[in-house]
RNA sequence: UGGGGUGUGGUGUAAUUGGCAACACGACGGAUUCUGAUUCCGUUAUUCUAGGUUCAAGUCCUAGCACCCCAGCCA
Protein backbone atom coordinates (compact mmCIF):
# COMPACT_ATOMS: atom_id res chain seq x y z
CA UNK A 1 0.00 0.00 0.00
CA UNK A 2 2.78 2.24 0.68
CA UNK A 3 4.49 1.58 -2.41
CA UNK A 4 1.58 2.76 -4.63
CA UNK A 5 1.76 5.99 -2.96
CA UNK A 6 5.54 5.91 -3.36
CA UNK A 7 4.83 5.95 -7.16
CA UNK A 8 1.90 7.64 -7.41
CA UNK A 9 2.51 10.81 -9.28
CA UNK A 10 1.78 13.87 -7.47
CA UNK A 11 0.65 16.42 -9.98
CA UNK A 12 2.42 19.83 -9.94
CA UNK A 13 -0.45 22.17 -9.59
CA UNK A 14 -3.09 20.71 -8.21
CA UNK A 15 -6.47 22.20 -9.33
CA UNK A 16 -7.96 24.49 -7.36
CA UNK A 17 -10.97 22.84 -7.04
CA UNK A 18 -10.75 19.74 -5.50
CA UNK A 19 -13.37 17.02 -6.30
CA UNK A 20 -14.71 16.09 -3.04
CA UNK A 21 -16.09 12.44 -5.10
CA UNK A 22 -12.35 11.87 -5.62
CA UNK A 23 -11.78 11.87 -1.98
CA UNK A 24 -12.24 8.45 -0.42
CA UNK A 25 -11.15 6.26 -3.65
CA UNK A 26 -7.74 7.90 -4.44
CA UNK A 27 -4.82 6.59 -1.73
CA UNK A 28 -3.28 9.88 0.11
CA UNK A 29 -1.14 12.10 -1.61
CA UNK A 30 -0.82 16.11 -3.17
CA UNK A 31 -4.44 15.57 -3.87
CA UNK A 32 -5.09 18.83 -2.22
CA UNK A 33 -3.03 22.40 -2.41
CA UNK A 34 -1.50 22.10 0.69
CA UNK A 35 -1.62 19.91 3.27
CA UNK A 36 -1.60 20.29 7.36
CA UNK A 37 0.57 18.99 9.43
CA UNK A 38 -1.67 16.59 10.44
CA UNK A 39 -2.16 14.96 6.88
CA UNK A 40 2.06 15.10 6.16
CA UNK A 41 2.09 13.51 9.44
CA UNK A 42 -0.02 10.45 8.36
CA UNK A 43 1.30 10.45 5.01
CA UNK A 44 4.62 9.62 6.58
CA UNK A 45 3.20 7.47 8.38
CA UNK A 46 1.53 5.76 5.35
CA UNK A 47 4.72 6.14 3.40
CA UNK A 48 6.65 3.96 5.92
CA UNK A 49 3.93 1.60 6.35
CA UNK A 50 3.05 2.09 9.75
CA UNK A 51 -0.37 0.36 10.62
CA UNK A 52 -0.25 -1.16 7.40
CA UNK A 53 -1.17 2.17 5.96
CA UNK A 54 -4.49 1.96 7.82
CA UNK A 55 -6.39 5.40 9.30
CA UNK A 56 -8.50 4.90 12.09
CA UNK A 57 -9.29 8.49 14.01
CA UNK A 58 -11.84 8.88 16.73
CA UNK A 59 -14.09 11.88 18.68
CA UNK A 60 -14.10 11.22 22.62
CA UNK A 61 -16.63 13.41 23.94
CA UNK A 62 -17.44 13.24 27.51
CA UNK A 63 -20.96 13.39 28.03
CA UNK A 64 -21.11 16.43 30.78
CA UNK A 65 -21.81 19.20 28.45
CA UNK A 66 -23.61 19.75 25.13
CA UNK A 67 -21.04 19.93 22.30
CA UNK A 68 -20.27 23.22 20.75
CA UNK A 69 -18.80 24.60 17.37
CA UNK A 70 -15.13 24.11 18.69
CA UNK A 71 -16.05 20.31 19.07
CA UNK A 72 -17.50 20.74 15.30
CA UNK A 73 -13.60 21.71 14.01
CA UNK A 74 -12.68 17.91 15.93
CA UNK A 75 -15.08 16.57 14.51
CA UNK A 76 -15.13 17.66 10.92
CA UNK A 77 -10.85 17.29 11.39
CA UNK A 78 -11.41 13.32 12.85
CA UNK A 79 -14.13 12.47 10.00
CA UNK A 80 -12.63 14.29 7.36
CA UNK A 81 -8.96 12.36 7.60
CA UNK A 82 -10.80 9.49 7.95
CA UNK A 83 -12.85 9.81 5.09
CA UNK A 84 -10.25 11.51 3.07
CA UNK A 85 -7.80 8.00 3.41
CA UNK A 86 -10.55 5.39 3.53
CA UNK A 87 -10.20 4.73 7.07
CA UNK A 88 -12.78 4.30 10.09
CA UNK A 89 -14.00 6.83 12.48
CA UNK A 90 -15.28 5.84 15.76
CA UNK A 91 -17.81 7.72 18.16
CA UNK A 92 -17.02 7.64 21.74
CA UNK A 93 -17.83 9.05 25.27
CA UNK A 94 -15.09 9.50 27.43
CA UNK A 95 -17.33 8.42 30.67
CA UNK A 96 -14.90 7.45 33.12
CA UNK A 97 -16.42 10.43 36.06
CA UNK A 98 -20.12 9.27 37.05
CA UNK A 99 -20.43 12.43 39.05
CA UNK A 100 -20.64 14.56 36.13
CA UNK A 101 -22.14 12.50 33.29
CA UNK A 102 -25.77 12.16 32.30
CA UNK A 103 -27.16 10.16 29.74
CA UNK A 104 -28.45 13.44 28.28
CA UNK A 105 -25.85 14.80 27.26
CA UNK A 106 -24.63 11.66 25.51
CA UNK A 107 -28.33 11.43 23.55
CA UNK A 108 -27.34 15.20 22.49
CA UNK A 109 -24.20 14.58 20.95
CA UNK A 110 -25.15 11.44 19.42
CA UNK A 111 -27.46 13.81 17.57
CA UNK A 112 -25.26 16.34 17.08
CA UNK A 113 -22.30 14.45 15.59
CA UNK A 114 -24.69 12.64 13.16
CA UNK A 115 -26.12 15.73 12.34
CA UNK A 116 -22.40 17.14 11.28
CA UNK A 117 -22.51 13.86 9.31
CA UNK A 118 -19.76 12.46 11.17
CA UNK A 119 -20.79 8.72 10.00
CA UNK A 120 -19.21 5.85 13.27
CA UNK A 121 -21.35 2.93 11.71
CA UNK A 122 -21.31 0.11 13.88
CA UNK A 123 -18.92 1.75 16.07
CA UNK A 124 -19.94 3.67 19.02
CA UNK A 125 -18.63 2.89 22.12
CA UNK A 126 -17.84 4.35 25.26
CA UNK A 127 -14.97 3.96 27.38
CA UNK A 128 -17.01 2.18 30.23
CA UNK A 129 -17.21 -0.76 27.91
CA UNK A 130 -13.30 -0.97 28.59
CA UNK A 131 -13.62 -1.37 32.82
CA UNK A 132 -13.12 -4.89 33.26
CA UNK A 133 -10.05 -5.26 30.57
CA UNK A 134 -8.61 -1.56 31.97
CA UNK A 135 -8.74 -3.15 35.64
CA UNK A 136 -7.10 -6.43 34.35
CA UNK A 137 -4.35 -4.32 32.97
CA UNK A 138 -3.87 -2.32 36.50
CA UNK A 139 -3.58 -5.75 37.81
CA UNK A 140 -0.85 -6.32 35.55
CA UNK A 141 0.95 -3.52 36.14
CA UNK A 142 1.13 -3.63 40.01
CA UNK A 143 2.82 -6.90 38.92
CA UNK A 144 5.09 -5.51 37.26
CA UNK A 145 6.23 -3.04 40.06
CA UNK A 146 4.15 -0.40 38.34
CA UNK A 147 1.48 0.54 39.99
CA UNK A 148 0.57 0.64 43.81
CA UNK A 149 -2.13 1.69 46.07
CA UNK A 150 -1.03 5.20 47.92
CA UNK A 151 -3.11 5.99 51.03
CA UNK A 152 -2.39 9.83 50.75
CA UNK A 153 -5.57 12.22 50.33
CA UNK A 154 -6.15 14.54 48.11
CA UNK A 155 -4.58 17.38 50.01
CA UNK A 156 -1.53 15.30 51.50
CA UNK A 157 -0.91 13.79 47.77
CA UNK A 158 -1.05 17.59 46.05
CA UNK A 159 1.97 18.40 49.21
CA UNK A 160 4.00 15.47 48.04
CA UNK A 161 4.03 16.43 44.32
CA UNK A 162 5.84 19.34 44.63
CA UNK A 163 5.48 22.07 42.46
CA UNK A 164 6.68 23.03 38.82
CA UNK A 165 10.10 24.36 40.07
CA UNK A 166 10.67 21.76 42.79
CA UNK A 167 10.60 18.23 42.29
CA UNK A 168 7.79 16.06 44.35
CA UNK A 169 8.57 13.35 47.19
CA UNK A 170 7.42 9.59 47.25
CA UNK A 171 4.93 8.46 48.75
CA UNK A 172 4.91 6.71 52.19
CA UNK A 173 3.28 3.64 50.37
CA UNK A 174 5.15 3.62 47.15
CA UNK A 175 7.20 0.28 48.42
CA UNK A 176 4.34 -2.18 48.87
CA UNK A 177 4.46 -5.10 48.14
CA UNK A 178 3.12 -6.46 45.05
CA UNK A 179 0.75 -8.57 46.95
CA UNK A 180 -0.54 -5.98 49.37
CA UNK A 181 -1.32 -3.88 46.53
CA UNK A 182 -3.10 -6.34 45.02
CA UNK A 183 -5.10 -7.30 48.06
CA UNK A 184 -5.94 -3.71 48.57
CA UNK A 185 -6.99 -2.85 45.05
CA UNK A 186 -9.27 -5.86 45.39
CA UNK A 187 -10.95 -4.69 48.47
CA UNK A 188 -10.85 -0.45 46.51
CA UNK A 189 -12.89 -2.35 44.28
CA UNK A 190 -15.25 -4.66 46.46
CA UNK A 191 -16.44 -1.44 48.44
CA UNK A 192 -14.61 -1.82 51.35
CA UNK A 193 -12.73 2.27 51.57
CA UNK A 194 -14.69 5.31 51.34
CA UNK A 195 -14.13 7.90 48.47
CA UNK A 196 -10.89 9.85 48.66
CA UNK A 197 -9.75 7.87 50.85
CA UNK A 198 -6.53 5.53 48.58
CA UNK A 199 -6.10 5.68 44.96
CA UNK A 200 -3.68 3.08 42.91
CA UNK A 201 -0.85 5.37 40.98
CA UNK A 202 1.56 4.60 38.19
CA UNK A 203 5.13 4.34 39.85
CA UNK A 204 7.18 6.37 37.53
CA UNK A 205 8.93 8.98 39.16
CA UNK A 206 8.15 11.71 41.75
CA UNK A 207 11.16 14.22 40.02
CA UNK A 208 10.07 14.49 37.18
CA UNK A 209 10.19 18.28 35.38
CA UNK A 210 6.58 17.12 33.92
CA UNK A 211 4.38 16.63 36.91
CA UNK A 212 2.08 14.37 34.64
CA UNK A 213 4.79 11.74 35.00
CA UNK A 214 4.59 11.83 39.18
CA UNK A 215 2.94 9.09 40.02
CA UNK A 216 -0.18 9.79 38.50
CA UNK A 217 -3.76 8.62 39.86
CA UNK A 218 -5.10 5.65 37.81
CA UNK A 219 -7.82 4.69 39.57
CA UNK A 220 -10.10 6.74 42.44
CA UNK A 221 -12.39 5.84 45.03
CA UNK A 222 -16.15 7.11 44.11
CA UNK A 223 -19.32 5.57 45.41
CA UNK A 224 -21.53 6.91 42.65
CA UNK A 225 -23.98 5.62 40.11
CA UNK A 226 -22.85 5.25 36.43
CA UNK A 227 -24.97 5.68 33.77
CA UNK A 228 -24.10 2.87 32.04
CA UNK A 229 -22.30 0.32 34.73
CA UNK A 230 -25.23 1.29 37.13
CA UNK A 231 -23.39 0.24 40.64
CA UNK A 232 -21.12 -2.61 38.98
CA UNK A 233 -18.09 0.08 40.10
CA UNK A 234 -17.06 1.62 43.04
CA UNK A 235 -13.76 2.80 41.46
CA UNK A 236 -13.27 4.69 38.31
CA UNK A 237 -10.43 4.54 36.24
CA UNK A 238 -8.93 8.38 35.36
CA UNK A 239 -8.72 9.79 32.12
CA UNK A 240 -4.51 9.34 31.96
CA UNK A 241 -5.40 5.56 31.97
CA UNK A 242 -8.39 5.62 30.31
CA UNK A 243 -7.25 7.38 27.23
CA UNK A 244 -4.55 5.66 25.10
CA UNK A 245 -5.61 2.00 25.97
CA UNK A 246 -8.94 2.78 24.71
CA UNK A 247 -7.79 3.92 21.66
CA UNK A 248 -5.61 1.06 21.64
CA UNK A 249 -8.21 -1.66 22.26
CA UNK A 250 -10.14 0.08 18.95
CA UNK A 251 -7.37 0.16 16.94
CA UNK A 252 -6.72 3.61 16.56
CA UNK A 253 -4.48 5.04 14.56
CA UNK A 254 -3.97 8.62 15.29
CA UNK A 255 -5.55 10.11 18.68
CA UNK A 256 -6.18 13.69 17.92
CA UNK A 257 -6.31 15.86 20.72
CA UNK A 258 -5.74 19.46 21.87
CA UNK A 259 -3.13 21.41 22.86
CA UNK A 260 -3.56 21.21 26.96
CA UNK A 261 -2.76 17.32 26.45
CA UNK A 262 0.38 17.17 24.68
CA UNK A 263 2.05 17.05 28.22
CA UNK A 264 -0.01 14.27 28.75
CA UNK A 265 1.13 12.49 25.80
CA UNK A 266 4.75 10.66 27.66
CA UNK A 267 2.21 9.24 30.24
CA UNK A 268 0.21 8.25 27.16
CA UNK A 269 2.98 6.51 25.57
CA UNK A 270 4.10 5.28 29.01
CA UNK A 271 1.13 3.26 29.61
CA UNK A 272 0.76 1.48 26.20
CA UNK A 273 4.47 0.56 26.33
CA UNK A 274 4.74 -0.79 30.04
CA UNK A 275 1.23 -2.61 28.95
CA UNK A 276 2.53 -3.60 25.60
CA UNK A 277 -0.83 -2.70 23.52
CA UNK A 278 -0.76 -1.34 20.18
CA UNK A 279 0.18 2.25 20.33
CA UNK A 280 -1.51 4.91 18.63
CA UNK A 281 -0.13 8.03 17.79
CA UNK A 282 -1.33 11.07 20.03
CA UNK A 283 -1.07 14.07 17.93
CA UNK A 284 -2.32 18.03 18.91
CA UNK A 285 -3.68 20.85 17.44
CA UNK A 286 -5.06 23.85 18.40
CA UNK A 287 -8.58 24.79 19.47
CA UNK A 288 -10.56 26.86 17.94
CA UNK A 289 -11.34 30.12 19.22
CA UNK A 290 -13.68 32.83 18.11
CA UNK A 291 -14.67 36.28 18.28
CA UNK A 292 -17.62 37.45 20.14
CA UNK A 293 -18.58 34.57 22.30
CA UNK A 294 -17.32 32.02 24.87
CA UNK A 295 -16.46 28.25 24.09
CA UNK A 296 -15.93 27.08 27.53
CA UNK A 297 -18.71 24.41 29.45
CA UNK A 298 -18.05 26.35 32.85
CA UNK A 299 -19.31 30.12 31.09
CA UNK A 300 -21.71 28.13 28.49
CA UNK A 301 -23.80 26.33 31.62
CA UNK A 302 -23.49 29.67 33.79
CA UNK A 303 -25.35 31.24 30.83
CA UNK A 304 -27.77 28.44 30.30
CA UNK A 305 -28.19 28.07 34.70
CA UNK A 306 -28.42 32.18 35.46
CA UNK A 307 -31.07 32.16 32.19
CA UNK A 308 -28.96 35.04 30.47
CA UNK A 309 -30.02 33.01 26.84
CA UNK A 310 -33.35 30.35 26.71
CA UNK A 311 -31.10 27.45 26.94
CA UNK A 312 -28.56 25.23 25.30
CA UNK A 313 -30.57 25.39 22.00
CA UNK A 314 -30.43 29.41 21.99
CA UNK A 315 -29.58 30.33 18.82
CA UNK A 316 -27.47 32.57 20.11
CA UNK A 317 -25.22 29.73 21.78
CA UNK A 318 -21.84 28.49 20.26
CA UNK A 319 -23.44 24.73 20.60
CA UNK A 320 -24.12 22.95 17.69
CA UNK A 321 -27.64 22.87 19.27
CA UNK A 322 -27.84 26.78 19.13
CA UNK A 323 -26.56 26.79 15.80
CA UNK A 324 -28.93 24.66 14.45
CA UNK A 325 -32.11 26.12 15.72
CA UNK A 326 -30.66 29.73 14.53
CA UNK A 327 -30.99 27.92 10.75
CA UNK A 328 -26.73 27.18 10.24
CA UNK A 329 -26.75 23.86 7.94
CA UNK A 330 -24.01 21.31 8.65
CA UNK A 331 -22.65 21.89 5.34
CA UNK A 332 -22.02 25.67 6.39
CA UNK A 333 -20.31 24.34 9.29
CA UNK A 334 -18.49 21.53 7.48
CA UNK A 335 -17.24 24.77 4.92
CA UNK A 336 -16.22 27.02 8.02
CA UNK A 337 -14.08 23.77 9.46
CA UNK A 338 -12.71 23.29 6.14
CA UNK A 339 -11.72 27.11 5.95
CA UNK A 340 -10.36 27.64 9.19
CA UNK A 341 -7.55 24.79 8.94
CA UNK A 342 -5.61 23.24 11.90
CA UNK A 343 -2.65 24.05 12.89
CA UNK A 344 -0.58 24.53 16.46
CA UNK A 345 -0.79 27.77 16.60
CA UNK A 346 -3.13 29.44 19.08
CA UNK A 347 -5.35 31.60 16.88
CA UNK A 348 -8.62 33.03 17.20
CA UNK A 349 -11.09 33.09 14.07
CA UNK A 350 -13.18 36.43 13.49
CA UNK A 351 -17.13 35.20 13.88
CA UNK A 352 -17.52 37.11 10.29
CA UNK A 353 -15.77 33.77 9.00
CA UNK A 354 -19.02 31.69 10.35
CA UNK A 355 -21.37 33.80 9.40
CA UNK A 356 -20.09 34.35 5.84
CA UNK A 357 -19.53 30.10 5.41
CA UNK A 358 -23.44 29.84 6.10
CA UNK A 359 -24.48 33.21 3.54
CA UNK A 360 -21.85 31.06 1.10
CA UNK A 361 -24.38 28.03 1.51
CA UNK A 362 -27.76 29.84 1.84
CA UNK A 363 -27.10 31.85 -0.87
CA UNK A 364 -27.59 28.69 -3.24
CA UNK A 365 -30.07 27.02 -1.49
CA UNK A 366 -32.51 29.32 0.14
CA UNK A 367 -34.97 29.95 -1.68
CA UNK A 368 -36.46 33.86 -2.12
CA UNK A 369 -39.16 35.60 -0.20
CA UNK A 370 -40.22 39.35 0.77
CA UNK A 371 -40.89 40.18 4.09
CA UNK A 372 -41.11 43.36 5.75
CA UNK A 373 -39.96 43.84 9.19
CA UNK A 374 -40.96 47.49 10.07
CA UNK A 375 -43.82 48.78 7.94
CA UNK A 376 -45.00 51.54 6.61
CA UNK A 377 -48.04 51.42 4.88
CA UNK A 378 -47.65 52.88 1.22
CA UNK A 379 -51.35 53.87 -0.68
CA UNK A 380 -51.38 53.31 -4.11
CA UNK A 381 -54.04 56.07 -5.33
CA UNK A 382 -54.26 54.71 -8.81
CA UNK A 383 -54.86 51.09 -7.73
CA UNK A 384 -58.56 50.47 -7.13
CA UNK A 385 -59.47 48.96 -3.59
CA UNK A 386 -61.08 46.04 -4.65
CA UNK A 387 -58.21 45.08 -7.26
CA UNK A 388 -55.65 42.32 -6.89
CA UNK A 389 -52.77 42.40 -9.26
CA UNK A 390 -50.82 39.20 -9.56
CA UNK A 391 -47.07 39.47 -10.35
CA UNK A 392 -44.87 37.00 -10.95
CA UNK A 393 -41.62 36.66 -8.70
CA UNK A 394 -38.46 34.20 -9.11
CA UNK A 395 -37.94 31.98 -6.22
CA UNK A 396 -33.74 32.50 -6.90
CA UNK A 397 -32.59 34.32 -9.63
CA UNK A 398 -29.81 32.25 -9.95
CA UNK A 399 -31.73 29.26 -10.30
CA UNK A 400 -34.80 29.54 -12.67
CA UNK A 401 -35.27 25.78 -12.32
CA UNK A 402 -36.47 26.71 -8.70
CA UNK A 403 -39.10 28.74 -10.58
CA UNK A 404 -41.63 31.36 -9.98
CA UNK A 405 -44.11 32.13 -7.45
CA UNK A 406 -47.34 34.58 -7.90
CA UNK A 407 -47.57 37.07 -5.20
CA UNK A 408 -50.50 39.82 -4.68
CA UNK A 409 -50.21 43.46 -5.25
CA UNK A 410 -52.92 45.66 -4.04
CA UNK A 411 -53.85 49.54 -3.28
CA UNK A 412 -52.11 49.19 0.11
CA UNK A 413 -48.97 47.78 0.58
CA UNK A 414 -45.89 47.78 3.15
CA UNK A 415 -42.58 48.79 2.84
CA UNK A 416 -39.52 48.78 4.90
CA UNK A 417 -39.19 51.87 7.18
CA UNK A 418 -35.55 51.80 6.32
CA UNK A 419 -36.54 52.36 2.57
CA UNK A 420 -37.79 55.76 2.89
CA UNK A 421 -36.38 58.95 4.02
CA UNK A 422 -37.69 62.34 4.12
CA UNK A 423 -34.47 63.98 3.87
CA UNK A 424 -32.48 61.58 1.46
CA UNK A 425 -28.76 61.70 0.95
CA UNK A 426 -27.78 62.08 -2.86
CA UNK A 427 -26.75 57.81 -2.60
CA UNK A 428 -30.21 57.06 -1.16
CA UNK A 429 -31.20 55.17 -3.69
CA UNK A 430 -34.82 53.98 -2.65
CA UNK A 431 -37.93 56.42 -1.78
CA UNK A 432 -37.72 59.52 -1.20
CA UNK A 433 -40.80 62.50 -1.38
CA UNK A 434 -41.02 63.13 -5.17
CA UNK A 435 -39.24 60.48 -5.93
CA UNK A 436 -39.81 56.83 -7.58
CA UNK A 437 -38.80 53.25 -6.55
CA UNK A 438 -39.51 49.93 -8.11
CA UNK A 439 -40.93 47.24 -6.14
CA UNK A 440 -39.11 44.32 -6.35
CA UNK A 441 -41.24 42.08 -9.58
CA UNK A 442 -43.34 44.54 -9.79
CA UNK A 443 -43.64 47.68 -11.03
CA UNK A 444 -42.43 51.11 -9.99
CA UNK A 445 -44.32 53.58 -7.08
CA UNK A 446 -43.90 57.03 -6.90
CA UNK A 447 -44.12 59.15 -3.60
CA UNK A 448 -46.18 62.05 -4.01
CA UNK A 449 -47.77 62.97 -0.52
CA UNK A 450 -46.13 62.21 3.20
CA UNK A 451 -48.91 62.01 5.65
CA UNK A 452 -47.55 62.46 9.35
CA UNK A 453 -48.96 62.27 13.08
CA UNK A 454 -48.79 64.84 15.35
CA UNK A 455 -45.33 63.88 16.53
CA UNK A 456 -44.21 64.69 13.39
CA UNK A 457 -43.50 61.21 12.72
CA UNK A 458 -44.21 59.40 9.12
CA UNK A 459 -47.74 57.07 9.06
CA UNK A 460 -48.31 56.43 5.68
CA UNK A 461 -47.25 57.54 2.28
CA UNK A 462 -48.80 57.89 -0.91
CA UNK A 463 -48.31 57.62 -4.50
CA UNK A 464 -48.79 55.99 -7.80
CA UNK A 465 -48.01 52.72 -8.89
CA UNK A 466 -46.72 52.32 -13.16
CA UNK A 467 -46.84 49.00 -13.86
CA UNK A 468 -43.58 49.29 -15.52
CA UNK A 469 -40.93 46.36 -16.14
CA UNK A 470 -38.50 47.86 -18.77
CA UNK A 471 -37.50 51.45 -17.41
CA UNK A 472 -34.55 51.50 -15.16
CA UNK A 473 -34.68 53.09 -11.70
CA UNK A 474 -31.67 53.27 -9.45
CA UNK A 475 -33.33 51.77 -6.21
CA UNK A 476 -35.78 48.54 -5.81
CA UNK A 477 -37.42 47.32 -2.31
CA UNK A 478 -39.27 44.63 -1.57
CA UNK A 479 -42.93 44.94 -0.13
CA UNK A 480 -45.85 43.12 0.74
CA UNK A 481 -50.03 43.69 0.06
CA UNK A 482 -51.68 45.01 3.40
CA UNK A 483 -54.50 43.11 2.79
CA UNK A 484 -52.97 39.74 2.39
CA UNK A 485 -50.21 40.22 4.75
CA UNK A 486 -49.24 37.27 6.82
CA UNK A 487 -48.56 38.75 10.37
CA UNK A 488 -45.93 37.03 12.59
CA UNK A 489 -42.85 36.95 15.12
CA UNK A 490 -39.69 37.88 13.50
CA UNK A 491 -36.84 37.17 15.94
CA UNK A 492 -33.51 39.01 14.92
CA UNK A 493 -30.61 37.85 16.98
CA UNK A 494 -27.04 39.19 17.02
CA UNK A 495 -23.99 38.51 18.30
CA UNK A 496 -24.42 37.27 21.95
CA UNK A 497 -21.61 40.14 23.27
CA UNK A 498 -20.60 43.17 22.09
CA UNK A 499 -16.73 42.57 22.29
CA UNK A 500 -14.76 40.49 19.79
CA UNK A 501 -13.14 39.18 23.82
CA UNK A 502 -15.90 38.98 26.19
CA UNK A 503 -13.05 37.01 28.31
CA UNK A 504 -10.59 40.11 28.78
CA UNK A 505 -12.41 41.85 31.44
CA UNK A 506 -10.77 45.10 33.76
CA UNK A 507 -9.80 43.45 37.32
CA UNK A 508 -12.94 42.32 39.27
CA UNK A 509 -15.35 41.96 36.20
CA UNK A 510 -16.78 38.88 34.82
CA UNK A 511 -17.51 37.94 30.50
CA UNK A 512 -21.39 38.70 31.62
CA UNK A 513 -20.32 42.38 31.59
CA UNK A 514 -19.99 42.04 27.48
CA UNK A 515 -23.24 40.46 27.28
CA UNK A 516 -25.16 42.20 24.07
CA UNK A 517 -28.34 43.99 25.22
CA UNK A 518 -29.43 43.64 21.75
CA UNK A 519 -28.22 40.13 20.99
CA UNK A 520 -31.71 39.29 20.68
CA UNK A 521 -35.19 41.42 19.32
CA UNK A 522 -38.59 40.22 18.86
CA UNK A 523 -40.80 41.93 16.14
CA UNK A 524 -44.06 41.06 16.43
CA UNK A 525 -45.97 42.77 13.82
CA UNK A 526 -43.73 42.06 10.91
CA UNK A 527 -45.57 41.45 6.96
CA UNK A 528 -44.54 38.91 5.35
CA UNK A 529 -45.70 37.49 2.02
CA UNK A 530 -49.00 35.09 2.27
CA UNK A 531 -46.66 32.51 0.41
CA UNK A 532 -44.68 31.64 3.70
CA UNK A 533 -47.76 30.46 5.79
CA UNK A 534 -46.89 27.86 4.05
CA UNK A 535 -43.52 27.35 5.54
CA UNK A 536 -42.76 24.43 7.18
CA UNK A 537 -40.56 24.09 10.47
CA UNK A 538 -37.27 23.95 9.20
CA UNK A 539 -37.71 25.78 6.03
CA UNK A 540 -35.34 28.13 5.31
CA UNK A 541 -35.48 31.20 3.31
CA UNK A 542 -33.55 35.01 2.09
CA UNK A 543 -36.03 37.43 2.40
CA UNK A 544 -35.21 39.77 0.09
CA UNK A 545 -32.56 42.57 1.10
CA UNK A 546 -32.37 41.43 4.61
CA UNK A 547 -31.32 38.30 5.50
CA UNK A 548 -31.83 34.47 5.65
CA UNK A 549 -34.70 33.05 7.46
CA UNK A 550 -35.39 29.62 9.85
CA UNK A 551 -38.66 28.64 10.27
CA UNK A 552 -38.62 27.67 14.10
CA UNK A 553 -39.45 24.52 14.42
CA UNK A 554 -40.23 24.60 18.07
CA UNK A 555 -42.63 27.36 18.14
CA UNK A 556 -44.12 27.70 14.35
CA UNK A 557 -47.53 26.38 14.27
CA UNK A 558 -49.38 25.54 11.14
CA UNK A 559 -50.05 28.57 9.32
CA UNK A 560 -48.32 30.54 11.69
CA UNK A 561 -44.55 29.66 11.75
CA UNK A 562 -42.29 31.91 13.59
CA UNK A 563 -38.85 32.70 12.18
CA UNK A 564 -35.63 33.29 13.18
CA UNK A 565 -32.75 34.89 11.61
CA UNK A 566 -29.57 33.13 10.99
CA UNK A 567 -27.53 35.94 9.59
CA UNK A 568 -28.27 39.42 7.88
CA UNK A 569 -27.55 39.64 4.17
CA UNK A 570 -24.37 41.82 3.59
CA UNK A 571 -24.56 45.43 3.28
CA UNK A 572 -22.90 47.59 1.85
CA UNK A 573 -25.07 50.43 2.13
CA UNK A 574 -25.39 50.52 6.16
CA UNK A 575 -21.94 49.93 5.97
CA UNK A 576 -21.24 53.29 3.89
CA UNK A 577 -24.31 55.02 5.70
CA UNK A 578 -22.33 54.32 9.23
CA UNK A 579 -19.19 56.16 8.31
C1' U B 1 18.11 27.93 32.67
C1' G B 2 11.25 23.74 36.01
C1' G B 3 9.04 21.25 31.73
C1' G B 4 6.16 21.20 27.23
C1' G B 5 4.45 24.14 22.96
C1' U B 6 3.79 28.34 19.41
C1' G B 7 5.24 33.09 16.58
C1' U B 8 4.26 34.35 8.38
C1' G B 9 -0.57 40.53 5.69
C1' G B 10 -6.51 42.94 9.02
C1' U B 11 -7.80 37.35 9.81
C1' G B 12 -6.77 32.13 9.05
C1' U B 13 -3.69 28.65 6.59
C1' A B 14 0.53 27.45 2.72
C1' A B 15 5.44 27.54 0.82
C1' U B 16 7.89 21.31 -3.60
C1' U B 17 11.85 20.99 3.09
C1' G B 18 17.61 26.53 1.27
C1' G B 19 15.31 28.96 -4.67
C1' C B 20 10.64 34.97 -7.19
C1' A B 21 6.25 34.52 0.06
C1' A B 22 0.98 31.47 -2.26
C1' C B 23 -4.35 30.49 -1.28
C1' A B 24 -8.81 31.82 1.15
C1' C B 25 -11.72 35.35 3.84
C1' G B 26 -12.18 40.41 5.05
C1' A B 27 -11.24 45.51 3.86
C1' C B 28 -10.83 49.14 -0.01
C1' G B 29 -11.70 50.69 -5.32
C1' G B 30 -14.36 49.51 -9.84
C1' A B 31 -17.99 46.63 -13.34
C1' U B 32 -22.71 44.04 -13.76
C1' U B 33 -27.47 43.68 -11.29
C1' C B 34 -35.45 44.37 -10.82
C1' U B 35 -32.07 42.08 -3.79
C1' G B 36 -27.08 48.47 -2.00
C1' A B 37 -27.45 40.57 -2.14
C1' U B 38 -25.05 37.32 -5.59
C1' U B 39 -21.31 37.40 -9.54
C1' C B 40 -16.86 39.55 -11.85
C1' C B 41 -12.17 42.58 -12.01
C1' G B 42 -8.25 45.21 -9.38
C1' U B 43 -5.45 46.79 -4.75
C1' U B 44 -3.90 44.98 -0.07
C1' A B 45 3.57 41.62 3.72
C1' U B 46 10.60 45.00 6.61
C1' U B 47 7.85 36.24 7.55
C1' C B 48 8.59 38.18 16.50
C1' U B 49 13.73 40.77 17.26
C1' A B 50 19.17 41.02 16.71
C1' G B 51 23.32 38.85 14.81
C1' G B 52 25.54 34.85 11.71
C1' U B 53 26.25 30.92 7.54
C1' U B 54 25.14 31.09 2.13
C1' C B 55 25.24 33.18 -4.67
C1' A B 56 20.43 32.69 -2.16
C1' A B 57 17.18 32.15 4.53
C1' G B 58 10.15 32.14 6.43
C1' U B 59 13.22 27.64 6.16
C1' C B 60 19.92 26.42 8.78
C1' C B 61 23.09 28.37 13.34
C1' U B 62 23.56 31.65 17.87
C1' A B 63 21.36 34.89 21.38
C1' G B 64 17.06 37.20 22.86
C1' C B 65 11.62 38.61 23.14
C1' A B 66 6.39 37.56 23.34
C1' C B 67 2.30 34.39 24.03
C1' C B 68 -0.16 29.53 25.43
C1' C B 69 -0.32 24.88 28.60
C1' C B 70 1.04 22.02 33.31
C1' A B 71 1.06 21.70 40.63
C1' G B 72 -7.78 17.87 39.91
C1' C B 73 -8.61 11.68 43.21
C1' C B 74 -11.71 16.78 35.89
C1' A B 75 -11.38 15.60 30.78
Request: a negative charge.
Amino acid sequence: MAAADDASPSPKKPSPKKNPADKAAEPAGSRTPSRNFIQQIIDADRAAGKNDGRVHTRFPPEPNGYLHIGHAKSICLNFGLANEYGGKFNLRFDDTNPVKEEQEYVDAIIDDVHWLGGEWEDRLFHASDYFEQLYEWAVQLIKAGKAYVCDLNAEQMREYRGTLKEPGKNSPHRDRTVDENLKLLEEMRAGKYPDGSRTLRAKIDMASPNLNMRDPVMYRIKHAHHQRTGDAWCIYPSYDYTHGQSDSIEGITHSICTLEFENHRPLYDWFCRELGIHHPQQIEFARLNLTYTVMSKRKLLELVRDRHVAGWDDPRMPTIRGLRRRGFTAEAIRAFCERIGVAKFNSTIDMGWLEDAVREDLNERAPRAMAVLRPLKVVLTNVPADKTIMVEAPNHPQKPELGTRQIPLTREVYIEQDDFMEDAPKKFFRLKPGGEVRLRAAGIISCDEVIKDAAGNVTELRGTFDDDHSRKVKGTIHWVSAKHALTTDVRLYDRLFNVPDPDDVPEGGTFLDHLNPDSIAVIQDAKLEPSLANAAPGDQFQFERVGYFYADPVDSQPGQPVFNRTVTLRDSWAKAAGK
